[in-house]
């Protein structure tokens, strides 16, 4: 009877968590600054608490080695079987920094050998994003994903625009309608309205569309947030003495050789998209529109369906703590 009512309370306990735990899909330009990397160790660990489930990881970075790098990161975080979604009409980045996704795949052990193992055989099998995104949301249940996008919006708009398929006979934008909770992006400058974000320029039309014609509430972390809050170098040397290797260690170390404190501009949209707390201070409903220059506008409107996030100082280093706890911790 006992070992029957622990059961019970298990099967019980098991289901709630599976209730609670939120669908995130990361869309990522990994590869072009190192935050995308700190972004997803986040992430990792938030499912291997049982807090999320990772449902995909997108890229919307160009090239080899963005999929080889989060193969080898879902592999060393113990969590391979995450799928990818790769692009192959992806905006060509303005690049500043090294591409840490191909010097960190290429590390070797001192003796030939890879430092960080990956696991899928042909990448040439990998879905495009696109397709994953309906394949994924087709199966899902209604209103039950949050997309996470810290890079460009070039996949977001391709999704939009995309038929009914072998996946649904829904076209994408009306999937995204009945499937999405709600978009969390990093993007933009709510407060300078001359400023260029990076993410914005480096696909204009498709940021455009995203924020004309998508179809759930859009949150977005502007570049003045995660500006204030600035990830500490001496973390990044100090805090992992408990490992000999880090992807993501390195991944910093060879993005900013001169190791110096880093905005943190993806990992407060994570934050907001998977424990918000009251780490953060949310506009009023408004309209973001996106000019064909790359400048953004956040206008109030009652009906609206966009928002953005600021944060007072006191939020601020609330989060910085955060982070630094959250990110040297063992995954
Ligand atoms: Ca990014």
């Not at 995104?133 to 209604?142: F, G, P, T, V």
């Not at 918000?276 to 000019?291: E, N, R």
Request: proline share 6%; hydrophobic share 40%.
């Amino acid at each position: 009877m006992r070992k029957t009512i622990l059961l019970l309370l298990g099967l019980w306990f098991a289901l709630g968590m599976q209730a609670r735990r939120l669908n995130i899909i990361f869309e990522t330009d990994m590869g072009n600054d190192v935050d995308d990397a700190l972004a997803i160790d986040m992430l990792y660990k938030y499912a291997r608490q049982g807090q999320i489930r990772l449902m995909a990881v997108m890229l919307n970075k160009e090239g080899e080695f963005p999929p080889k790098y989060i193969d080898l990161l879902n592999t060393w975080y113990g969590q391979r079987r995450i799928p990818i979604g790769v692009s192959n009409n992806s905006a060509k980045s303005i690049v500043a920094g090294t591409n840490y996704t191909q010097v960190v795949c290429e590390e070797t052990d001192g003796q030939g050998r890879a430092l960080y193992k990956r696991s899928i055989k042909d990448y040439s099998k990998l879905l495009p994003a696109p397709k994953l995104y309906r394949k994924l949301l087709a199966k899902a249940k209604d209103h039950s994903v949050t997309i996470v996008s810290v890079g460009f919006s070039t996949n977001l708009a391709l999704l939009l625009e995309t038929e009914a398929d072998e996946y649904s006979p829904l076209t994408g934008r009306e999937l995204v309608a009945q499937k999405v909770e709600r978009l969390v992006t990093m993007a933009g400058h709510m407060e300078n309205p001359t400023f260029r974000e990076y993410n914005v320029v480096n696909d204009i039309p498709a940021c455009q569309k995203v924020y004309r014609e998508w179809p759930t509430p859009i949150y977005t972390s502007p570049f003045e947030l995660g500006l204030q809050i600035k990830y500490p170098a001496r973390s990044i040397e100090n805090d992992f003495g408990w490992t000999a290797h880090h992807p993501i260690v390195d991944s910093y170390k060879v993005y900013l050789p001169k190791i110096e404190d880093r905005p943190t501009w993806d990992l407060t949209a994570v934050l907001f998209a998977v424990d918000p707390q009251d780490f953060f201070s949310v506009s009023a409903p408004g309209q973001i529109t996106v000019t064909d220059e790359g400048y953004t506008h956040y206008q109030a409107q009652t009906d609206g369906q966009h928002y953005y996030l600021s944060v007072s100082p006191d939020q601020a280093r609330r989060i910085l703590d955060y982070f630094v706890a959250k990110i040297t911790k063992k995954p």
